[in-house]
Nanobody, 127 residues
Framework: QVQLVESGGGLVQAGDSLRLSCAASGGSFSTYAMGWFRQAPGKDREFVAACSWSGVTTLYADSVKGRFTISRDNAKNTMYLQMDSLKPEDTAVYYC????????????????????WGRGTQVTVSS
């Protein structure tokens, strides 16, 4: 059973940066596709970014492309989301997910099923 724990959220001002982390335990982290998702109040959960097991292949939602960077350190069983130029509309609970098989394409197309999910970390961006 894989456990995912997000951290790094907080309250920031528009234009600031945050770095989220997703620490994994209990499984073969280096073999999983990983992704970041977010859910704003009153809205559905949405795809943010994904990376392949190696981290070489990445995919982003259009709304964050050029501002967010996903990465992973398989030696540390940790995935990251560097968020720059934050906007108030980025306010949401951010979740990480892991999937045994390649998942970036289906996630980017709205199929948000995953094998494992974290509990989320709150990001609030004030204007």
């Amino acid at each position: 059973q894989v456990q995912l724990v997000e951290s790094g959220g907080g309250l920031v001002q528009a234009g600031d940066s945050l770095r989220l982390s997703c620490a994994a335990s209990g499984g073969s982290f280096s073999t999983y596709a990983m992704g970041w998702f977010r859910q704003a109040p009153g809205k559905d959960r949405e795809f943010v970014a994904a990376c392949s097991w190696s981290g070489v292949t990445t995919l982003y939602a259009d709304s964050v492309k050029g501002r967010f960077t996903i990465s992973r350190d398989n030696a540390k069983n940790t995935m990251y989301l560097q968020m720059d130029s934050l906007k108030p509309e980025d306010t949401a609970v951010y979740y990480c997910a892991a999937n045994r098989n390649s998942a970036a394409r289906k996630w980017s197309q709205g199929n948000l099923s995953a094998d494992y999910w974290g509990r989320g970390t709150q990001v609030t961006v004030s204007s």
